[in-house]
């Protein structure tokens, strides 16, 4: 073989290779991006998750300013332990300078110790006293930074150059502690078998004419859609109203709105929101849920989304709910969600109270200002309860506090938190 082809062979192998190298490299820099970028979108997660326990933290915290009876505390109190202890972990996942995970770690972990104690403290008999209170404010301050620096500095919060003593008051580090809408309240319901799911089998005819006037428009211009099976039979149709297509679903049992919904689900705010209101009671008469109060009330895409609860002798039923969307282009409903009124809905017994209003009132924390009240009926765990409820305010923040009109106990207690879109109740 010539010299000059020697050289030459050596040149294309040599290329060869270099071609490999460059291609793995290329292969692996590929794979190493994306294993970055998984890692990167898991630790964002995490930030989130950990964001998420702080803010149920801090609900939890400025519960329990306002609690009454050693029962509410206590669940509170094992809560916030709890909360405590996943913000912990999340925390020694992330990629902090040591001094900084060892701080936040030290920080989550003392509160979730100092809520053990004070939830054993109640639980003994002994109620929060004020060096209790002061503490709780502290670690809630203490709660609000922390997830106000997650929230505005999450992609800052893997760098180490982030030093947790930025981001937690001083006094909060140098307490020594013991050796924080569903849509609206209660809107969860309760399940089971449907209690109002009444009268006879209609036809898909009878149907139709139930449908329409739902939907405000008539026979002719509804259409037969897709059937449910399941608990809730029903016949489905498509409306064709002035403000566009609604889907309407009809229980084949009794012929009630099981629920309705608008293919377009925007629409421009020219009616107030008391007026959809008033379309909306009108609206749930008409079709035969008789007699509603709104419960809960937002406002977003144009319409006005409101949970209505029934009324039975001056009661507010919460369990038996409706959510009803309103045009506020049109004013007319264009939506509605009635299953929770068709599962649990029936004519209650024993809706008089054996606690008075003013015993009730005393239950209520002295630091809230009392908005309103009434006598309701809300879900629990094992029953309906029958409960005096207690709209107040404290410290620029909104509570509704329920107390068993039976016992005269404390039976839940809930924030309501203000959002772009209305009000949440947790």
Known sequence: MKKTDRFSAAGVAAAIILGASLIGNAVFYARSTVLERELQMQRQREITDIADAMSDIEINLQKLLIACGAAQSVELLSRTALLAQQVENGLSRLPLEINTAANAMKFTGQMGDYAIALAAQVSGGSMLS???????????????????????????????????????????????????????????????????????????????????????????????????????????????????????????????????????????????????????????????????????????????????????????????????????????????????????????????????????????????????ERLCLIPGHEREQLCWGFEGAYQDAVYWVFVDARTGKTADLLRVIDTPQGETAL
Not at 156 to 175: F, H, K, N, W
């Open 130 to 372: 004020g060096d209790d209170e002061q503490r709780l404010r502290q670690l809630l301050e203490a709660c609000r930074s922390l997830n106000e620096y997650l929230a505005s500095n999450g992609r800052m919060i893997y760098s180490a150059d982030v030093r947790m003593q930025d981001v937690l008051p001083g006094e909060a580090q140098e307490t020594v502690y013991p050796t924080l809408i569903y849509d609206g309240p209660f809107s969860d319901g309760k399940g089971g078998t449907p209690k109002g799911l009444t009268g006879e089998r209609i036809t898909r005819e009878e149907a139709r004419q139930i449908a329409a006037r739902a939907a405000g428009t008539t026979a002719d211009r509804t259409q037969d859609a897709w059937d449910s099976g399941g608990a809730f039979e029903a016949f489905g149709f498509t409306a064709q109203t002035p403000q566009g297509n609604i889907n309407v679903q009809i229980t084949g049992q009794g012929g009630h709105v099981l629920w309705m919904m608008p293919e377009k689900a925007e629409f421009s705010a020219k009616k107030d929101r008391e007026t959809c209101l008033d379309a909306a009671k009108i609206w749930l008469a008409d079709v035969g849920f008789g007699q509603m109060e709104p419960c809960f009330v937002q406002e977003y895409d144009g319409m006005i989304v409101a949970n209505f609860a029934s009324l039975q002798d001056g009661v507010l039923i919460y369990p038996d709910q409706v959510k009803v969307q309103v045009s506020m282009e049109s004013g007319t409903v264009v939506g509605a969600e009635c299953s929770q009124y068709l599962t649990n809905h029936a004519e209650r017994k024993d809706l008089v109270p054996k606690v008075e209003r003013e015993t009730a009132r005393e239950m209520v924390s002295d630091r809230l200002e009392i908005l309103s």
